[in-house]
């Protein structure tokens, strides 16, 4: 089994800057397909993000494109966010994922087999 715990989140004013993190243990996840989810109070869940299992292939959201960046180190077993320019609009819960079996990455959350707790990421005006 995969187990996924996020850092990073908080609380900054919209503008700034945060990166989050997502630690897996238990078995590796690097060929693993992982992805950034976040749900804010009554909306669903939406992907933010998502790499491929060697980061050759990434997807952003169009609402993210050009402000957040994922990345993955393999050999740490951690996947990254790291959130520019943040909007109030971005404040949510965000989860990282990973699909179990599966190198290429999928945009509903029903894909995915492996959750975090979340981390909540509040943003400012």
């Known amino acids: 089994q995969v187990q996924l715990v996020e850092s990073g989140g908080g609380l900054v004013q919209a503008g700034g800057s945060l990166r989050l993190s997502c630690a897996a243990s238990?078995?590796?996840?690097?060929?693993?397909?992982l992805g950034w989810f976040r749900q804010a109070p009554g909306k669903e869940r939406e992907l933010v993000s998502a790499?491929?299992?060697?980061?050759?292939?990434?997807y952003y959201a169009d609402s993210v494109k050009g402000r957040f960046t994922i990345s993955r180190d393999n050999a740490k077993n951690t996947v990254y966010l790291q959130m520019s320019s943040l909007k109030p609009e971005d404040t949510a819960v965000y989860y990282c994922?990973?699909?179990?079996?599966?190198?290429?990455?999928?945009?509903?959350?029903?894909?995915?087999?492996?959750w975090g707790q979340g981390t909540q990421v509040t943003v400012s005006s």
């Open positions: 994922a990973a699909r179990d079996y599966a190198s290429s990455y999928a945009l509903s959350p029903l894909e995915y087999d492996y």
């Open positions: 790499i491929s299992w060697n980061g050759g292939s990434t």
């Open positions: 238990g078995r590796t996840f690097s060929s693993r397909a």
